[in-house]
């Protein structure tokens, strides 16, 4: 299997719960916000994969923080210093959270979890579902050469090609593709009403990127993020061509530091049974053969 987990459970005592300033904070898609936190302790350590839990401060309503990928990290004078997330308006939480302006603070705790921990490979294929892209631009860049991430920062795993493959409802829900084109990624969308890419699941672009790209060819390993019958769906299509495929799983999630055991998902262990484990600690980043769908 692949080794996906960053080398051991990442502790909450270790992340920094900080009052961030917001720097800036736009509509990229449908319903979609890009939001950029002035957080360095955050931003400074944070390595692909991670998030942090964003609350707004000085309310009670909605009371519980959120889990938020981190989509990149922004320098300022060279250094690590802001961190940018991407979200969704779909809950009162989110709802609330598109009305905040720059200059307004949020509280801020991470980075949290574990981050991905792939090995150089000739072929990364980067898949997404939905806002899923969140959890696999960070990736991207650091696997191309663009940046590092953590401190210290942390050993690069090359990778020749990524090839970066998205599925949406329909074309207005894709955020930022401009993001993964700059950064060198192959880039192709799937939209289920065919407004861009093309028509069907990202599970049918995969399909086709067999016959045009080669990409379940030796040499290629798989990083997934999205809604979890898609996320099944491809650990199921990995599976069948014995390739190692990490997923990203976006269990709900509560406390963010495994306290309330709400994010638990099922895991398989080294016995052949499955036990849950909680996927704000020993996760989020799981290998996708060991997730009991």
């Known amino acids: 299997m692949a080794d996906v987990s960053a080398g051991g459970i990442c502790l909450a005592d270790e992340a920094s719960h900080v009052r961030a300033r917001v720097v800036a904070h736009d509509r990229v898609a449908d319903a979609t916000w890009r939001i950029r936190l002035d957080c360095p302790s955050i931003a400074s350590r944070a390595v692909p994969g991670q998030f942090a839990m964003l609350r707004l401060p000085d309310r009670s309503d909605p009371l519980l923080a959120r889990p938020f990928a981190v989509y990149d ?27 905040v302006r720059p200059g307004d603070d949020l509280m801020a705790w991470g980075p949290l979890g574990n981050g991905f921990r792939l090995p150089p490979t000739e072929h990364l294929v980067l898949v997404a579902g939905g806002i899923g892209q969140t959890a696999l631009f960070a ?23 990524v090839t970066f493959c998205w599925g949406a409802r329909h074309a207005g829900m894709f955020a930022d593709v401009a993001d993964f084109h700059q950064a060198g990624c192959d880039v192709h969308l799937a939209t289920l009403d065919g407004s861009a890419g093309l028509t069907g699941t990202v599970v049918d672009l995969l399909d086709k990127q067999v016959a045009v790209a080669g ?27 014995e390739l190692s495929c990490a997923v990203s799983l976006e269990t709900p999630m509560a406390c963010g530091i495994g306290i309330c055991f709400t994010c638990v998902a099922p895991i398989r262990d080294a016995n052949g049974g499955w036990d849950y484990r909680r996927t704000c600690v020993e996760g989020p980043i799981f290998d996708s053969a060991d997730v009991v769908w």
């Not at 300022?76 to 809950?91: N, T």
């Not at 990736?139 to 090609?161: M, N």
Request: glycine share 8%; proline share 9%; charged share 20%.
């Open 139 to 161: 990736l991207a860049r650091e696997s191309l050469g663009l940046a590092r991430y953590g401190v210290p920062a942390r050993p690069a795993a090359p990778a020749k090609r």
């Open 215 to 241: 990409i379940a060819a030796a040499g290629t390993r798989i990083a997934c993020c999205g809604p979890e019958p898609m996320m099944a769906a491809v650990s199921r299509w990995a599976a069948t061509r």
């Open 73 to 99: 990290v922004v320098p300022v004078a060279g250094e690590p210093r802001q961190a940018d997330f991407i979200y969704l308006v779909h809950g009162r939480f989110t709802r609330a959270l598109a009305t």
